[in-house]
């Protein structure tokens, strides 16, 4: 899915921008298909392109992506082409993204946590929440060839930003409940073939085919019960949350 195929007037309720092709299936794909539910519209940038994985090649990657994509009712996914595993929070990446909160205007965006075992997750989050600054500002630095503005269209800054917590050791400040959604969020995984059927290369560091279900249907009904519901996606915010209604606060107490 791309930009080319959509009018020039299309924005985003929601984008997610996250390093590699398959991370948002595995954080936060269920409450894009919640979203999406809702008639909201919803985005995914990936940064890589996925040329130093492991398994798969980038092209595998592009096309298993782009099935991903409309698994979880996305209208928009296009990639980056940031270095896979080196991924670098420098003002020319920044612009990168900035550009693209321009062109669609997400009013939320959804980032990886900002604590990750690999660092491309770790730097996702803080170059994201940079450009998203970036993108506000209406004298934006410019950068490329003399005299170009690398940033055109009209100044926009999300609304929100939210992080998906899903890998981190840390109590979500809030949880999506995916109930209806966790069977086709699953399959949106699993269309990552290049990735997670089972095959020799990466054997040793890849969980088996048979276990990948388990593993995460497990997680999310952990995150789902700390929420009173069956199956949830955890996320944290930095902002203090605000409450209108005592009696309409979700979750029950006791």
């Given amino acids: 899915m791309g930009a080319g195929s959509l009018p020039d007037s299309f924005t985003a309720d929601v984008l997610a921008i996250a390093a590699h092709r398959d991370d948002v299936e595995q954080t936060c794909g269920g409450t894009l298909l919640r979203m999406a539910s809702r008639g909201l519209r919803t985005a995914i940038l990936d940064l890589t392109q996925g040329e130093a994985g492991t398994r798969g090649l980038a092209e595998d990657r592009a096309k298993e992506a782009a099935e991903a994509a409309q698994l979880l009712g996305v209208s928009w996914r296009q990639a980056l082409d940031l270095p896979d595993g080196a991924v670098a929070n420098t003002l020319e990446n920044r612009i990168k993204i900035a550009r693209v909160l321009r062109l669609l205007r997400p009013r ?72 209806t959604f966790i069977e086709q969020r699953h399959a949106a995984l699993m269309a990552y073939r290049s990735q997670y059927a089972n095959q020799k290369t990466g054997s040793g560091l890849f969980v088996a085919e048979e276990e990948i279900r388990e593993r995460t249907f497990a997680e999310a009904r952990h995150y789902g019960l700390l929420a009173g519901v069956k199956y949830g996606e955890p996320f944290q915010q930095k902002e203090v949350g605000l409450v209108d209604d005592l009696t309409l606060i979700p979750v029950q107490s006791i």
Wanted: aromatic fraction near 12%; proline fraction near 8%; include cysteine.
């Fill in 108 to 179: 939320v965006v959804i980032l990886p946590y900002w604590q990750a075992r690999h660092p491309d997750h770790a730097i996702t989050a803080t170059l994201g929440y940079e450009a998203c600054f970036l993108a506000g500002l209406s004298k934006a630095p410019a950068a490329g060839k003399a005299g170009e503005d690398a940033l055109s269209g009209a100044p926009h800054r999300p609304f929100k930003i939210v992080y998906a917590s899903l890998y981190a050791d840390v109590r979500p400040s809030f949880v999506v409940d995916i109930t």
